[in-house]
């Protein structure tokens, strides 16, 4: 796996030093707040372990899946499709959604829209990195460790088709990386 990196966008110890400040001020932000912590499957799954138990509060915690299909010719709007919501009831509680990466932002909108149907006391947004360059939906998290560039990185919950997700770093694979038959 070690051959397949390219560079090294983000350390193990300048992830964790991020995680920890984050975590300090959604501590601070959230004291004394009903906070329901959602993760975004399967992205988020290794940020999310880290900064929550950083987060020495009474929170409730859930999951939910999305899955996005890039728009077409014909269908401008992409498709994000909702496939395993949350079972917790948030009506009485601040919401925060937490992702691996906000790129085109397709993902994250559809997730709040259909958050705020249950009508939470708030929604914000938590991720690990913001790329901009690729937005086309209006939406800036509320927290984030990391600004990227456009570029297309794996490791820490991050994968290229499921693999990477585990490297504790934040990296570029190589050129020509070859996984069932998808080049990168
Ligand atoms: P969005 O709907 O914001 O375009 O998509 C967000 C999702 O796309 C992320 O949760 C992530 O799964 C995937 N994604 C976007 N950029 C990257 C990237 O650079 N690397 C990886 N591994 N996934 C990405
Ligand atoms: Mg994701």
């Given at each position: 796996m070690k051959d397949d990196i390219g560079e090294v966008l983000f350390s193990e110890a300048e992830i964790k030093n991020r995680v920890s400040v984050i975590a300090q001020k959604l501590v601070v932000d959230y004291k004394h707040k009903n906070l329901t912590i959602i993760g975004v499957l399967?992205?988020?799954l290794v940020f999310l372990s880290d900064l929550i138990r950083q987060m020495p509060l009474p929170v409730k915690l859930d999951t939910i899946r999305a899955n996005t299909y890039p728009g077409t010719s014909t269908t401008a709007a992409a498709e994000t499709e909702i496939v395993h919501n949350i079972n917790v009831n948030v009506k009485n509680e601040h919401?925060?959604?937490v992702d691996d990466i906000l790129d085109t932002g397709k993902t994250l909108s559809e997730v709040i829209r259909l958050l705020s149907e249950y009508n939470p006391l708030s929604?914000?947004?938590?991720?690990l990195l913001n790329k901009r360059a690729r937005r086309e939906r209006e939406i800036e998290p509320d927290y984030c460790?990391?600004?990227i560039e456009d570029k297309f990185v794996v490791g820490y919950g991050l994968?290229?088709?499921n693999r990477y997700r585990n490297l504790p770093f934040?990296?570029?694979l190589k050129d020509g990386i070859t996984i069932?038959?998808?080049t990168i």
């Open positions: 399967n992205g988020s919401v925060l959604i929604i914000r947004v938590c991720v460790c990391f600004e994968d290229f088709d934040v990296a570029i069932a038959s998808k």
